[in-house]
């Protein structure tokens, strides 16, 4: 395929913070001479008072830092002991490393990284495997620990599994904590355009609905600029150690620490997981041992373009996988579907069906009394719960259950959907894309509303709803620049072959993103691709993936250019073929499943 513009190789490859200021490195590690360039108002001054007041508290409870860092800590310490968690894994081990906080500046203290191990269990053992479940904003840890003989059995018993929560996330400390609770944090989004979503009119072209959404960005913006002057206030400096490049050189300084300076790195990243095996292989080529990304983003547009600017691209698989969805309703019919009313009907029968009730709430919300959390149903919650479902086509039949009790008039169960898809708990994830995202002029909101709208009308309908689900905007405001930003190349050749997979209909990372990077990398990736919806391989289990990716991570043998993999399960459980497996396949795509409930929560 053809690159868009923003592909530049020759950008430069980081950004790093010099003592004078910003200064900018080329590919060669030389210096270069071009420098970096309502009604919601009472009880939001309430919490930024609030937030200003506990800001030397928070850094210091809530971080569990000591008040000089690393007073009680040494750069390469590395602590394991038994988990005691609940439901950790017979066996698994929790720990932490320290690795500096800064690796450009060895004054600024040290940083705690949460880990969890589940051992080999084969003699030969070949290394770790650092695992990550994506986000950004997903702890990691609890791959391992509790979920580790799942990951392993799709990995190989050969190697440690390494589960880490990476900077500013989960029990990993500096914590990213800009709000004094996650009930604060919530309180201060609940019922704005950041949680109840965008709701977009059903014409398009009509200038009252332009209008409308340009008055709910400048509502965002203005929210996104609050919370980050809270952050600034109660984290300061601290949220310059967030981002991706940073977690690189986490992983690859552990690496020498578990397996010695001349062990290679070994990973598997799942969604933004990618994007950190993107910065890996392309910032440590040399290093590079046994690498799988699997539901890609692009890492490059991550790095270089501002986030409303990348639904155009990234959202090209979304509605696909919306059609599949109501295609594999009508096929099954009423029996196994709640959204099909007939057995002759066709998906887009149901599809119009559906699609009328979302503009029926533009005009007129849902009371929805019973909720966990009373409120209503906004045709931007209800967008924002279907896109949450094509993510996970396990899922269908419940959420078409649920999505009919809301087109009945009981939106119970969609309300409280929408709200326990919300793994945030504060603004960790602005901490990574932020930090990794290269300053960009800030855009007007009407520049904003009329790229939306072009992504409503000629890419997909979820355009807006990927806005909320994905919280990546606003970074216009950041107030910090980190001590790396790693810009490219993104090219490099590496030392062992990456293993990219990407389903044919992945609804937040299509399959261009996979044959991007496998275009980028050329001989150094390979490419499998995975017949089905869904977002990761994960989604649907496929021994044909689950065997490739063993075979990659026991002597890197790469699946034949053009393998397309088809999956062994469906949706609608009607619709399953009847096939039996052998002892061992069960226990394969058994793994694979719960390794999906472990990152997915499916």
């Known amino acids: 395929m053809t690159s868009p513009d923003y592909y530049?190789?020759?950008?430069?490859?980081?950004?790093?913070?010099?003592?004078?200021?910003?200064?900018?490195?080329?590919?060669?590690?030389?210096?270069?001479?071009?420098?970096?360039?309502?009604?919601?108002?009472?009880?939001?001054?309430?919490?930024?008072?609030?937030?200003?007041?506990?800001?030397?508290?928070?850094?210091?409870?809530?971080?569990?830092?000591?008040?000089?860092?690393?007073?009680?800590?040494?750069?390469?310490?590395?602590?394991?002991?038994?988990?005691?968690?609940?439901?950790?894994?017979?066996?698994?081990?929790?720990?932490?490393?320290?690795v500096p906080l800064d690796y450009f500046n060895a004054s600024a203290g040290v940083a705690k990284i949460a880990l969890g191990r589940y051992k080999a269990k084969s003699s030969s053992r070949k290394g770790s495997v650092f695992l990550n479940p994506g986000g950004p904003g997903g702890a990691g840890k609890r791959l391992?620990?509790?979920?580790?003989?799942?990951?392993?059995?799709?990995?190989?018993?050969?190697?440690?599994?390494?589960?880490?929560?990476?900077?500013?996330?989960?029990?990993?400390?500096?914590?990213?904590?800009?709000?004094?609770?996650?009930?604060?944090?919530?309180?201060?989004?609940?019922?704005?355009?950041?949680?109840?979503?965008?709701?977009?009119?059903?014409?398009?072209?009509?200038?009252?609905?332009?209008?409308?959404?340009?008055?709910?960005?400048?509502?965002?913006?203005?929210?996104?600029?609050?919370?980050?002057?809270?952050?600034?206030?109660?984290?300061?400096?601290?949220?310059?150690?967030?981002?991706?490049?940073?977690?690189?050189?986490?992983?690859?300084?552990?690496?020498?620490?578990?397996d010695g300076k001349d062990a290679l790195i070994n990973y598997y990243g799942l969604s933004y997981g990618t994007v950190i095996g993107q910065y890996l292989v392309n910032m440590f080529p040399d290093r590079v041992g046994r690498v799988v990304i699997d539901g890609v983003v692009d890492a490059i547009a991550w790095a270089t373009l501002p986030s409303y600017k990348w639904e155009r691209y990234w959202q090209t698989s979304t509605d696909v996988a919306y059609e599949m969805f109501m295609a594999d309703c009508a096929k099954v019919g009423p029996s196994q579907c709640a959204l099909a009313k007939s057995d002759n009907e066709t998906g887009a029968d149901i599809l119009r069906r559906v699609e009328g009730f979302l503009e029926d709430l533009y005009h007129k919300p849902l009371p929805v009394p019973k909720a966990t959390v009373p409120s209503i149903l906004t045709n931007g919650r209800a967008r924002l719960f279907l896109l949450g479902a094509l993510e996970s086509p396990s899922s269908w039949p419940s959420v078409a259950q649920a999505f009919d009790q809301a087109m009945q008039g009981d939106a119970t169960a969609v309300l409280n959907g929408v709200r326990d898809a919300q793994y945030l708990s504060d603004l960790e994830r602005s901490a990574v894309s932020c930090n990794d995202n290269r300053p960009f002029s800030a855009p007007t909101p009407e520049e904003v509303i009329d790229e939306q709208l072009y992504v409503l009308e000629h890419v997909s309908r979820f355009g807006l709803a990927v806005v909320v689900s994905e919280p990546d905007a606003g970074c216009q405001f950041w107030p910090v620049t980190p001590p790396e930003r790693f810009l490219g190349p993104w090219n490099h050749t590496l030392r062992n072959p990456m293993l990219i997979i990407s389903n044919t209909a992945d609804p937040a990372t299509p399959i261009a993103n996979g044959k991007l990077v496998q275009e980028t990398?050329?001989?150094?990736?390979?490419?499998?691709?995975?017949?089905?919806?869904?977002?990761?391989?994960?989604?649907?289990?496929s021994l044909c993936t689950v065997k490739a990716m063993r075979a990659f991570f026991a002597d890197g043998k790469l699946p034949k250019e053009g393998t397309v993999c088809p999956v062994d399960a469906s949706p609608f459980p009607l619709y399953d073929a009847v096939q039996t497996y052998s002892e061992e396949d069960e226990k394969l795509l058994e793994s694979a499943r719960r390794a999906a409930e472990a990152v997915f929560g499916n």
Request: glycine residues 10%; hydrophobic residues 35%; proline residues 6%.
């Open 8 to 98: 530049n190789w020759g950008t430069p490859q980081r950004e790093k913070q010099s003592r004078m200021g910003l200064a900018l490195y080329d590919s060669d590690g030389q210096l270069s001479n071009k420098s970096a360039r309502t009604k919601w108002f009472g009880r939001a001054a309430m919490l930024i008072g609030l937030c200003l007041a506990c800001s030397t508290l928070l850094k210091r409870h809530f971080y569990g830092f000591p008040d000089t860092p690393g007073a009680d800590y040494r750069v390469g310490d590395i602590k394991w002991w038994p988990c005691t968690e609940q439901d950790s894994a017979p066996g698994a081990e929790c720990g932490y490393a320290i």
């Open 521 to 541: 990398l050329g001989n150094s990736s390979r490419l499998l691709v995975q017949d089905s919806p869904g977002h990761c391989s994960l989604a649907l289990p």
């Open 144 to 258: 391992a620990s509790a979920s580790g003989p799942s990951f392993q059995r799709l990995v190989g018993e050969e190697y440690d599994m390494i589960g880490f929560d990476p900077r500013g996330i989960g029990e990993t400390e500096p914590r990213t904590q800009c709000f004094p609770s996650p009930d604060a944090h919530s309180a201060f989004i609940a019922n704005t355009v950041l949680e109840r979503g965008y709701d977009v009119g059903p014409n398009l072209t009509d200038p009252a609905n332009r209008n409308h959404l340009i008055q709910l960005q400048r509502d965002a913006d203005a929210l996104w600029q609050t919370q980050f002057e809270i952050c600034a206030k109660t984290m300061g400096d601290a949220l310059r150690y967030m981002g991706t490049s940073t977690v690189a050189r986490d992983i690859d300084f552990i690496t020498t620490l578990l």
